[in-house]
């Protein structure tokens, strides 16, 4: 089990709500986010790593290891 954070986004990708949850893997957060977002964009971390967007449509991709990113190269603060 890994701790995983979304951030659901506005319409503007503004921050709305950080939820952090415990999930079996990354294929599980995906699921988890589908739940949460409710027809909202959401943000999939695991740690500092940021694994996908989930667009508010429902498209997402696990990318983590073909485009990394982490909080600090974003300018967010753990």
Request: aromatic share 6%.
């Amino acid at each position: 089990m890994s701790r995983y954070t979304f951030r659901i986004l506005d319409s503007n990708a503004l921050l709305v709500e950080e939820v952090a949850v415990q999930c079996a893997d990354d294929f599980a957060a995906l699921d988890k986010a589908a739940l949460l977002a409710a027809g909202r964009s959401v943000e999939i971390w695991c740690g500092k790593q940021l694994l996908t967007h989930r667009r508010a449509d429902g498209e997402a991709a696990l990318d983590a290891l073909n485009r990394p990113q982490t909080w600090a190269a974003m300018g967010l603060r753990s």
